[in-house]
């Protein structure tokens, strides 16, 4: 069975400072997908950024960028610049690629942005 | 687009009564859903995996009888809470898996069930 971890049950993170979320995970699997999701408090689930396991290269969106370590079984979110609107819950997942693939989550880090 | 309904948004019901939430893939077709529980400030834990035209796959420690899952059609998955009690009480968001090479789940804006 798969496993996520999230160490950090809450961080908070000045106005424009950059901030790193922790995510590791437990798979056999070789060939997985890896996800940040915010869930701000309106509760829906916002995809922010995905990782297919057999890319070297780290995903990036925008501010969001993911420090992916396969050996390691590391996945970790930095939220560059971070906005007031980042504020959120933010779930790390892991999803076999394999069909009828469900998806697992961390326990979430709630993440709080100051001003 | 990918968009993902969920009705009723919230609902209160009495204990004992049955409640039926439906999860709607708005633009494009899902032959699987899933349905999820998520307690106040906890994480999402998946329930259930619903497959259209077939019997759901629940998860260990969910009550089949007690969560009855319908997935009729490509775009619609249905959980009916039965005989509900206080502690069914929670939030329950569905995913629709959007049949592309990344098999990309797209989630509905969830539900929050009150049992009283």
């Known amino acids: 069975a798969q496993t996520v971890t999230q160490s950090q049950p809450e961080m908070s993170v000045q106005e424009a400072e950059t901030v790193t979320l922790s995510c590791t995970y437990d798979t056999s699997e070789n060939n997985y997908y890896l996800f940040w999701y915010k869930q701000p408090p309106s509760r829906q689930m916002i995809l922010v950024i995905r990782?297919?396991?057999?890319?070297?290269q780290n995903a990036t969106e925008n501010r969001f960028s993911v420090n992916f370590q396969k050996a390691a079984k590391s996945f970790s979110l930095k939220i560059s610049d971070s906005q007031l609107g980042d504020t959120a819950m933010y779930f790390c997942?892991?999803?076999?690629?394999?069909?009828?693939?469900?998806?697992?989550f961390g326990a979430g880090t709630r993440l709080t942005v100051k001003p | 687009g990918a968009v993902v309904s969920q009705h009723p948004s919230w609902v209160i019901c009495k204990s004992g009564t049955s409640v039926k939430i439906e999860c709607r893939s708005l633009d494009f077709q899902a032959t699987t859903m899933f349905w999820y529980r998520q307690f106040p400030k906890k994480s999402l834990m998946l329930m259930a995996t619903?497959?259209?035209?077939?019997?759901?796959?629940?998860e260990q420690g969910v009550e089949k009888d007690k969560f009855l899952i319908n997935h009729a059609s490509l775009t619609l998955s249905t959980l009916t809470v039965t005989s509900a009690h206080p502690e069914d009480s929670s939030f329950y968001i569905c995913?629709?898996?959007?049949?592309?090479?990344?098999?990309?789940?797209?989630f509905g804006p969830g539900t929050r069930l009150t049992v009283l």
């Open positions: 619903s497959n259209e035209g077939s019997k759901a796959t629940y």
């Open positions: 990782q297919e396991a057999y890319k070297q």
């Open positions: 995913s629709a898996r959007k049949q592309t090479i990344n098999n990309e789940q797209f």
């Open positions: 997942a892991f999803m076999k690629h394999a069909n009828n693939n469900d998806m697992r």
